[in-house]
C-alpha cells in the first residue's frame, strides 16, 4: 500500500540553525501539507500546497519557514532560523485532490521529531 | 482554538466488547470529518471518513455516526480487539479549506 514517508526520522539542532525536513508524499497526490505536534498538544495545521505553491498557510507559519517541491517526488520544509519553541514532531501528509470521491482524505507520514538545543 | 474537542482524554474497554469515541464541534461550515488512529512515534493512520452530507459510514468493524444538529459525531469499534489501543484523533475540514482542525484526542485502551 502506498504511503508517505519522511526522513529523517529524529534531528537534532542547535537554537538559531537551519534544517530542512524531507518528505515523500504519496505518487499521485496532488495536495501536500505540513502539520506539527508539540508534545502534549493538538496536531496543528502548517501549510498546504497545490500546484507547485502555497494554497493555504496558518499564522504558524511565518517568514521563517518555507515548502518547496524541488522534484517530481520530494517535498520539503525548511525552517531558517530555529527556535526552541519550534521542538515537535513534524508530520508530512498528502491528499488525491478534487476528481476521486475521496479527494479530502489526508495521508499522513511517520514524523521528523525535532528538537532545538 | 476548540472548534473540535475530545472530552474523554481516555477510554478503557474490554476486549470483544464495542468502542465509542466522542468528538463535538462547533462550527457548522465544516464538510467533512475523519478519524485517525495513532501509535507512539508514529504518524497519525487515516480509518475512517464522512462527509456532513451523511449519518453514518462503515467499513469493517468501524463505524462514524454524525449528528449535525448536535453538532456531534461518534466512532464505534465492535468488537475492540488489543490492538486498537492507541490515541484517536477526530478532525474536521472546512469547506472550501484545506487544513484539518485536530481534536485534543482520546487514549483508547483494550483489556484483555
Known amino acids: 500500500e502506498p504511503e508517505v514517508t519522511q526522513t529523517p526520522s529524529h534531528q537534532v539542532t542547535q537554537m538559531g540553525q537551519e534544517v530542512i525536513l524531507r518528505c515523500v508524499p504519496i505518487s499521485n497526490h496532488l495536495y501536500f501539507y505540513w502539520y506539527r505536534q508539540i508534545l502534549g498538544q493538538k496536531v496543528e495545521f502548517l501549510v498546504s500546497f497545490y500546484n507547485n505553491e502555497i494554497s493555504e498557510k496558518s499564522e504558524i507559519f511565518d517568514d521563517q519557514f518555507s515548502v518547496e517541491r524541488p522534484d517530481g517526488s520530494n517535498f520539503t520544509l525548511k525552517i531558517r532560523s530555529t527556535k526552541l519553541e519550534d521542538s515537535a514532531m513534524y508530520f508530512c501528509a498528502s491528499s488525491p485532490g478534487l476528481g476521486t470521491v475521496t479527494f479530502y482524505e489526508q495521508f499522513f507520514g511517520p514524523g521528523t521529531r525535532l528538537t532545538v538545543l | 482554538d476548540q472548534q473540535v474537542k475530545q472530552n474523554s482524554p481516555s477510554l478503557s474497554v474490554q476486549e470483544g466488547r464495542i468502542s465509542i469515541l466522542n468528538c463535538d464541534y462547533t462550527?457548522?461550515?465544516?464538510?467533512?470529518f475523519l478519524w485517525y488512529k495513532k501509535y507512539p512515534a508514529e504518524g497519525p493512520t487515516f480509518l475512517i471518513s464522512?462527509?456532513?452530507?451523511?449519518d453514518k459510514n462503515e467499513d469493517g468493524r468501524f463505524t462514524v455516526f454524525l449528528n449535525k444538529s448536535a453538532k456531534h459525531l461518534s466512532l464505534h469499534i465492535v468488537p475492540s480487539q488489543p490492538g486498537d489501543s492507541a490515541v484517536y484523533f477526530c478532525?474536521?475540514?472546512?469547506?472550501?479549506?484545506?487544513?484539518?482542525?485536530f481534536g485534543q484526542g482520546t487514549r483508547l485502551t483494550i483489556n484483555p
Open positions: 462550527n457548522s461550515m465544516f464538510d467533512y
Open positions: 478532525a474536521a475540514l472546512l469547506q472550501g479549506a484545506q487544513k484539518l482542525v
Open positions: 464522512i462527509s456532513s452530507i451523511k
